[in-house]
């Protein structure tokens, strides 16, 4: 029952005196319902937030569970006891086209002191908190940033009132949450690294291994991503060794043969280019494998 | 003709002056006098741990308190009356306590139709019926059949806010 509500109570009465039915009414008894002071915050990722360092965005809803019209001033606090490190807070956003995701320059970014708008009772606000992660950080630290929402009337035990201050006058009383709520989210640093091994086997034309004219050097280049998050669009580029030929149709991925030419699939191999693989998105502790053969001349 | 306006105003601004005559005004045409009144349930809880519940004027009122609406009724006329049927309608901002009196008579439709609560049901629009629940109750009713010259009573109801 929103805040302001004028309860009014009346009683009637029907009887029969012996001289026919009688109606009479009890005098209206009027309770006005107060403002209920109370906040909830959530943290809307569904889990840390993967990140580099640089920018990054944490999202949060805040909902007036009060019952009447309340403005909710909001911190943000990146120094968590537990924290790998600390990001800096460059501001406080709120999702102005309530998309749920921040656009920079369409979403209105919260002066200081950070202060929502009147929210109506049981509305909800999606609040987006900027940071930087700092380049100092590490693959798979995690740093929690906490967000807390306070009813501009007033926080404090439940049951505190706040005589007058509420809706149309009447007194404003702090619910269960205190009219204070925090919520935490977090960053976990990923950072993938590209780790490239090449190595060459030799078999001449005599059954050895000799490096004569008319041997052939088998190049493997094995591609492995380590640590943690996704590398994308990796292409793998070799040339082909000065005194040497690229031995037409031995370009292979993974033991799949690809061809030469510069078309659909993932491979292109010649003399003049050299050799050049795509091997896509590829996520941490993968690898592949792109062979091919060069004939000493 | 205007003499006769003059007076046709005059009824109607009695007419609706009627819902604000005091109590006492209409005591004097009722032998029998209502009177209303509100009392919050405070439920304070001592360092022992001892609950004690309180009735008090009803201040910093939010949603979940909970209101006793009262009715003290009063008969000083002469003579005995009957039927005596006290109707209450209850504010849409409250809903019936579920600890009221299991016997009380209420109405889930308007005071169109009466019963104790457990009677009664409430039928929804694919064709079935729920039981109805406090929630649905929008009247309150006591009825008494008899009531002797100098008699009076009291009549409440438990309702929380919504």
Known sequence: ?297 | MKIFRKIMFAVAAATFALPGVPVAAQAATSPIVLTGDVKAVKITTAPDGTERTELTEPSAIIPGDRLIFGTQYHHSGTEPVSNFTVTNPLPAAVRLAPDADPALAVSIDGGKTWGVLAALTVASSDGTARPATHADVTHVRWVLSRIAPGAEGRLTYPAIIR
Do not use: C, H, W
């Not at chain 1, 005098?27 to 109370?38: C, I, P, Q, S, W």
């Open chain 1, 1 to 297: 029952m929103t805040a302001g509500t004028l309860i009014e109570n009346t009683a009637v009465a029907s009887y029969d005196d012996g001289g026919g039915a009688r109606t009479i009414n009890s005098n209206t008894v009027t309770v006005r319902v107060d403002e209920l002071l109370d906040v909830t915050v959530t943290a809307l990722d569904p889990g840390p937030v993967s990140t580099r360092p640089g920018d990054a965005v944490l999202t949060f809803e805040l909902t007036n569970q009060g019952n009447g019209p309340e403005a909710f001033s909001l911190l943000a606090n990146p120094a968590v006891a537990g924290n790998d490190f600390d990001v800096v807070v460059r501001s406080v956003a709120i999702d102005s086209n309530g998309n749920g995701v921040y656009d920079a320059g369409v979403d209105e970014i919260l002066a200081a002191p950070q202060t929502t708008a009147v929210l109506a009772p049981d509305a909800a606000l999606t609040v987006f908190v900027l940071v930087t992660v700092p380049d100092g950080a590490s693959d798979t630290q995690i740093s929690a940033v906490d967000l807390t929402a306070q009813a501009v009337t007033g926080s404090g035990a439940p049951g505190t009132v706040f005589a007058g201050a509420g809706v149309d006058g009447g007194d404003a009383i702090v619910g269960t949450s205190g009219a204070i709520a925090t919520a935490r989210g977090a960053l976990i640093v990923g950072m993938a690294s590209v780790e490239l091994v090449k190595s060459v086997v030799l078999r001449d034309p005599f059954g050895g291994t000799g490096a004569v004219p008319g041997t052939i050097a088998t190049f493997t280049i094995v591609a492995r991503v380590t640590g943690s998050g996704t590398i994308n669009d990796l292409i793998v580029t070799d040339v082909i060794p000065a005194g040497t030929t690229y031995a037409p149709g031995t370009l292979a991925l993974d033991s799949a043969g690809l061809s030469d030419a510069n078309d659909g699939d993932a491979g292109s191999a010649s003399d003049a280019a050299g050799i050049a693989v795509d091997l896509g998105d590829f996520t941490a502790n993968a690898s592949r494998t792109v062979t091919f053969d060069v004939v000493i001349d």
